[in-house]
């Protein structure tokens, strides 16, 4: 995959900071950050859900996070451009994996599919760890309407 492909298909890298820059640069509209792995079989049947929500729902902000490491590139680049997300997918950017999750959220373990959601104001509302159904994730995020 050619560099100009890769730009238009994925947003770039990120560290916890950069995660946290992300979601406050949203701030405003209700933002769901949603942190998977191709290699993570619930992750990539949820993907298809944050698809759908994102075009169903365009009041809210989604953000995707790729946590495979440099070797999986390629197959997060292959999976995304099948999804054409209509929100951006961003990597982690390589690095220590605790810092990273720690540096997102103390209290996530690291388990994907993971989900976060932000109301307007980027207070964290709920953290969705592991399998949830689309009912679970439309809830956490319709805590952040008025």
């Known amino acids: 995959m050619t560099g100009l492909l890769l730009a238009a298909v994925l947003a770039g890298e990120l560290d916890a900071a950069g995660v946290h820059r992300a979601v ?4 405003g509209r209700p933002v769901l950050l949603s942190f998977w792995a191709t290699w993570c079989e619930p992750c990539l049947e949820e993907f298809p859900v944050l698809v759908e929500l994102a075009r169903q729902h365009p009041e809210w ?6 946590i495979d490491d440099a070797e999986g590139r390629a197959a997060v680049e292959s999976f995304v451009t099948k999804q054409r997300p209509p929100f951006p997918v961003f990597l982690k950017r390589p690095g220590a994996d605790e810092a990273f999750i720690d540096g997102v959220d103390r209290d996530w373990s690291g388990v994907v599919p993971a989900l976060i959601a932000f109301d307007r104001a980027g207070r964290r509302l709920a953290l969705l760890a592991g399998e ?3 009912g679970e994730i439309e809830s956490a995020l319709s805590r952040a309407d008025p």
């Open 132 to 134: 949830h159904t689309r």
């Open 24 to 27: 406050e640069a949203r701030r």
């Open 61 to 66: 902000s989604l953000l995707s996070v790729s």
